[in-house]
């Protein structure tokens, strides 16, 4: 799940370090705590006591480069403390009063807070049409619902892209991205959830249009200045820069330091450190003021908090800029919370306001999440208790066969689901966590084995969404696989193509063929491969080929800038109208792969017979060892199997390879 290199660390920043670090349900765990559990956290001393013990635990400082941990009570800090370096090499200690850390996605709680603001004072309405604020920049809406404020703050914009990945290194300015970075609303705003960085980008440029200041300039002036946050800010100074915590890979190696993107990105850029941070949980828990200062109104705080948007309502959901991950350690409490992954740098934030505590923690290096962690250990410790679920048998067979399908992932397209439903009334679910069983608690709301809860949905206009294992989206239902005149029944081939059909790749444009023996071009495998990935194309490249390439050229440029495609010659060409290679297409798939963090299976007994080029060896080794290939292949007397590596991919067998890439995920 944490199989990175730099370069990919550096041109999918934005994307797969929150997309697939942050966005499964965690698995539970037993505490991680032995001291004599309380009745909340109320005492200094022993919450540093509570601390001490799981952070001095031998697998915790094995994985540990540093950390920074606050929890605040009312209107005081219980505690804050470091542990660990901000810098192995020097062995600089973490200072929560003065290191620096980069704090991710928690920077949409003050880009909300600063919406909220102008809220407040009438410049914004939350539910009016959001064109009003945009000036000259026009957002296609292909639905007949208005796009609203409300709706950027909850990630129910219905936007087709809501991440951006690559492009130049070059820094730009959040006007500029917002204007290159246009997407479509394709889906109802309000309709389902998907987590959007877009909308937070946006939410940013509308503040600078309606105030005349610069975003990173009103934070300062409006929240961090009032809250007394003087390590905080949207721009790395050269005095922050100076306290920084050096960010790390899983294995301690530091990772160079790198911009955000946009610059000063009201998403995700700020920088803060644990002290600042409990400025803003003690303001927010005291329904907006910090010792004669306020912020936000008592009503404003409690709409944040509010969960505006859910699945089931069992099921938490999104507040404005607030959300509900690690929802199976919250013990029953109300719990709001947010987190925060880039490289080297894991947050996570979470009030509870019936109680008056909130708590901060964040780490310097990759690796298991340790954040889940610490977050359960203080929930078991404080908090303990499961609540009880009732189990029911009101859905008839029938209507559980109505929820079965493929669910596509609305963030991560090669993220599915597959729903069927069991003899004796229940749901099985397979995802890349592997084959769940599922009882009905409610109607449309499933528990598995492990606690996990999955939410279903039907809108008014009959899509069908899911909720299960993935924190940051739901899973569309698609259609019925589409019916090609040349590819029956019995084709070999059958189930991959039209699953392919489904989950949209290699679609036919209408025609009633889908040609399977013939062969694809680079450019039309990528672009399959690039849908899957969630990412928008490229507005602009030099890439030329035939016309009816045309409309892959996006998706090839894409794949360049994120280091998919490589080995371009000294003029920088590439052929895009060439079929492609079997061989070619498995090292696409393998990049992708590893990029994508997933689980990437041993296959160093793979043995490979006929001949591969030295460059493609452990691509075809990944490809042939989690069997993504159809009945073309088959192992020879010895073991070892041909997979004709040099040989054009047919279309049929493209469709396999897409469609066996998402079934066969795995992040076990």
């Known amino acids: 799940m944490h199989i990175r290199t730099i370069v990919c660390r550096k041109v999918l920043l934005p994307v797969f370090s929150s997309l697939l670090i942050a966005s499964f349900v965690p698995q539970p765990m037993a505490s991680a705590s032995a001291l004599q559990q309380t009745t909340g956290a109320t005492e200094a001393k022993e919450a540093e006591a509570f601390a001490d013990q799981f952070f001095n635990q031998p697998q915790i400082k094995k994985q540990l480069a540093g950390a920074a941990v606050v929890l605040v009570k009312n209107d005081q800090i219980l505690l804050e403390k470091g542990y660990g370096y901000a810098d192995i090499s020097s062995k600089k200690p973490i200072d929560p009063e003065k290191t620096v850390f980069r704090v991710a996605s928690i920077s949409k709680l003050f880009t909300a807070t600063a919406v909220m603001q102008l809220a407040e004072q009438g410049t914004i309405d939350l539910h009016a049409d959001l064109q009003t604020y945009l000036g000259d920049l026009n957002i296609v809406n292909k639905t007949n619902k208005t796009l609203t404020m409300e709706h950027l703050l909850t990630h129910t914009s219905g936007f087709d892209y809501t991440d951006s990945a690559g492009g130049s290194a070059q820094e730009i300015s959040n006007k500029q991205f917002i204007k290159e970075n246009v997407p479509t609303i394709v889906r109802e705003p309000g309709e389902a959830y998907r987590y959007d960085n877009y909308a937070f980008n946006l939410q940013g440029y509308i503040v600078e249009r309606m105030t005349g200041v610069p975003f990173t300039q009103y934070v300062q002036e409006h929240i961090f200045k009032p809250l007394g946050m003087g390590s905080s800010s949207f721009k790395l100074t050269p005095g922050l820069r100076k306290d920084l915590a050096v960010p790390y890979t899983a294995q301690k190696d530091p990772i160079p330091e790198y911009p955000s993107r946009p610059a000063e990105s009201p998403d995700g850029g700020m920088f803060s450190t644990g002290w600042d941070m409990a400025q803003f949980m003690i303001a927010q828990l005291n329904g907006g003021q910090l010792a004669g200062a ?257 409309k892959y050229l996006g998706y090839v440029q894409k794949a360049i800038e994120l280091g998919l495609v490589q080995g371009r010659g000294p003029e920088q060409s590439f052929a895009v109208t060439a079929d492609i290679t079997r061989q070619e297409a498995a090292v696409l798939m393998w990049r992708a792969a590893m990029i994508a963090g997933v689980n990437m299976a041993q296959s160093s007994g793979v043995k490979l017979a006929g001949d591969t080029a030295p460059w493609a060896v452990d691509a075809v080794k990944y490809i042939v060892n989690n069997g993504m290939y159809g009945p073309e292949l088959a192992p020879d007397s010895a073991g070892a199997l041909d997979y004709r590596s040099t040989e054009l991919l047919l279309r049929q067998e493209a469709a396999a390879l897409l469609s066996l890439f998402c079934n066969r995920l795995s992040v076990k």
């Open 294 to 550: 306020r912020i936000l109104s008592g009503d404003s705080v409690k709409d944040m908090q509010q969960i505006h948007h859910q699945i089931h309502p069992q099921v938490p959901g999104t507040g404005y800029g607030f959300e509900s991950f690690y929802q199976n350690s919250y013990n029953g409490q109300q719990v709001i919370g947010k987190g925060g992954d880039l490289p080297g740098y894991h947050s996570w934030m979470w009030l509870m306001p019936d109680q008056n505590v909130g708590g901060f923690v964040i780490f310097n290096s990759d690796g298991p999440d340790l954040r889940e962690k610490f977050f359960k250990a203080f929930m078991d410790h404080y908090y303990p208790g499961t609540p009880t679920t009732a189990s029911t048998t009101g859905t008839s067979q029938a209507e559980l066969g109505q929820l079965t399908g493929i669910y596509q992932d609305l963030r991560l397209p090669f993220w599915i689901l597959q729903v069927s439903a069991t003899d004796d009334g229940k749901l099985k679910i397979k995802d890349p966590y592997g084959s769940h069983i599922l009882r009905e608690i409610a109607p449309l709301l499933f528990e598995d084995e492990l606690g996990n809860k999955a939410g279903f949905k039907v809108n008014s206009n009959g899509t069908q969404y899911a909720f299960y294992n993935k924190m940051d989206s739901w899973a569309k239902k698609v259609p019925e696989s589409p019916v090609y005149s040349d590819v029956g029944k019995e084709h070999p081939y059958a189930a991959w193509i039209h699953e392919a059909g489904q989950l949209g790749v290699l679609a036919s444009d209408g025609e009633s063929s889908f040609h399977p023996e013939r062969e694809i071009t680079r450019a039309e495998f990528i672009s399959g491969l690039m849908h899957l990935t969630g990412v928008a194309p490229s507005q602009n490249t030099t890439l030329t080929s035939e016309p009816e390439e045309k």
